[in-house]
C-alpha cells in the first residue's frame, strides 16, 4: 500500500503538473501550432493579387492614355458627325444607313463622305433596337401590317434598315 500512497502524492505535487502542461504544449505545437508555411502562402497570393491589381489598373491608364490621344488627333469634323450620329440614333432611332445619308447629305448635315462614315463607323447603337422602335411607332400611328412595315424599314427611299434587322423588329413587335 505504501506504492499508491505514493503515486496519489506525486500527483500533489506542483512540479508534476508543471511537466505536464508543458509536455502538452509541446504535443500541440508539434501537431499543426506552428503555420508559418500556411501565413506564407497567404501572404505571397495576397502580394501576387496586388501586383495583379497593379498590373490591370496600369493597363487601363495606358489604355485610356492611348484612346486619348487617338481622340485628340480625330478632326473636329469627324467628332461633329458622330455626335450627330449619337442624336439622330438614339432621339429618332434611325439605321445606320439612314445616319450616314443624313450626315452627308446636301440638304442634311453636308459632313463629308469621310466624316460620315467615320462616324457610322464608330457609332455605339443597337440598330435592332431602333428597327423595333421604328416598327412600334409606324404599327401604333399608322395601324400597318407587319409586312407593310418590313416593306417600310427596308426600303431605299424608307428607313434604310437592314433585312435582319427589320426581321427582329417584326419578330419582336407586339402583337
Not at 82 to 91: D, G, P, T, V, W
Request: glycine letters at 6%.
Amino acid at each position: 500500500m505504501e506504492k499508491g500512497k505514493q503515486k496519489k502524492a506525486i500527483y500533489k505535487k506542483w512540479w508534476f503538473w508543471l511537466i505536464v502542461v508543458i509536455a502538452l504544449g509541446a504535443i500541440g505545437s508539434a501537431m499543426g501550432g506552428n503555420d508559418t508555411a500556411a501565413d506564407d502562402k497567404k501572404n505571397t497570393e495576397a502580394v501576387e493579387t496586388k501586383d495583379k491589381a497593379k498590373d490591370e489598373a496600369k493597363k487601363k491608364e495606358e489604355k485610356a492614355a492611348e484612346e486619348k490621344k487617338k481622340e485628340d488627333s480625330v478632326p473636329s469634323e469627324y467628332k461633329s458627325a458622330l455626335k450627330k450620329a449619337e442624336q439622330y440614333s438614339s432621339m429618332m432611332k434611325m439605321s445606320k444607313a439612314g445616319i450616314y445619308d443624313q450626315l452627308t447629305s446636301e440638304a442634311g448635315e453636308k459632313f463629308s463622305a469621310e466624316a460620315g462614315k467615320y462616324a457610322v463607323d464608330n457609332l455605339k447603337a443597337d440598330y435592332n433596337a431602333n428597327a423595333l422602335a421604328k416598327a412600334e411607332d409606324y404599327q401604333k400611328s399608322m395601324a400597318m401590317a407587319p409586312e407593310a412595315i418590313r416593306d417600310q424599314l427596308t426600303s431605299s427611299a424608307g428607313e434604310k434598315f437592314t433585312a435582319e434587322e427589320a426581321d427582329y423588329a417584326i419578330k419582336n413587335l407586339s402583337k
